[in-house]
């Protein structure tokens, strides 16, 4: 069984400072990880996806993946309001699609 | 832009009834999915399809059957709606155009009384 763990918040940061993601998973051959943002009453929406080991960057967001370690994190800088949602870390490891974390509830606070 | 359409956003259905949700994408993606999601839960896998006339159960099939008569379009049936049915359903895309990045629709809340 596949495993996609999150720390379910929430978690509280103040408006401007760094918010720091992370997800752990179970599948060592997961191959794709990905981010997805939810608003309240929302479906996801996807905000970043990473494949390779290392960091990759997207204007104020920084996906940070590390294979050896099963563990994939997602930074905000500069946190806005407007950031405040849950957080869906999903990965991906063959055709049946992507296994989801339950999510970390992410609040800016202004 | 890849759009996912669900057709019934809000739902209300009596127990014992026949329910039909409905679900089309623009892409011509291969694989598509149905998902509840419920606070505490997350997203679960209900069923998923990599082409047409193909199903592969989820993680959480029971009560629930599916339908994909054309490629487009991806059906979640509840053939007797429960109560313990109420949920949010998510239909979503992927194929290998995009990446394989799973494209969500928004959502079809059903309420089973």
């Known amino acids: 069984q596949k495993e996609v763990e999150q720390n379910s918040g929430p978690l509280s940061v103040p408006e401007g400072a760094i918010a720091s993601l992370n997800c752990t998973y179970s599948d060592r051959g997961s191959q794709s990880f990905f981010w997805y943002r939810q608003y309240s009453g929302k479906s996801p929406e996807l905000i970043m996806f990473i494949y390779s080991n290392g960091d990759k960057e997207d204007g104020r967001f920084t996906a940070q993946l590390n294979k050896a370690s099963q563990y994939v994190s997602l930074l905000i800088r500069d946190s806005q309001p407007s950031d405040s949602a849950t957080y869906l870390c999903a990965v991906n490891g063959g055709a049946d699609g992507l296994t989801f974390g339950k999510g970390t509830h992410l609040i800016i606070q202004p | 832009d890849v759009k996912v359409t669900q057709s019934s956003r809000y739902l209300v259905k009596r127990t014992g009834e026949k329910v039909f949700l409905e679900c089309v994408q623009d892409m011509d993606h291969e694989n598509m999915f149905w998902y509840r999601q419920d606070p505490g839960l997350g997203l679960r896998l209900i069923y998923f399809s990599y082409d047409v006339k193909m199903k592969e159960k989820g993680d959480i099939p029971e009560g629930y059957s599916v339908s994909r008569e054309k490629k487009e379009r991806f059906s979640l049936i509840l053939e007797s709606a429960s109560t313990n049915q109420t949920s949010m359903y998510l239909c979503?895309?992927?194929?290998?155009?995009?990446?394989?990045?799973?494209?969500f629709g928004e959502g079809s809340w059903l309420t089973v009384v």
């Open positions: 979503a895309s992927t194929g290998p155009g995009s990446g394989n990045t799973i494209y």
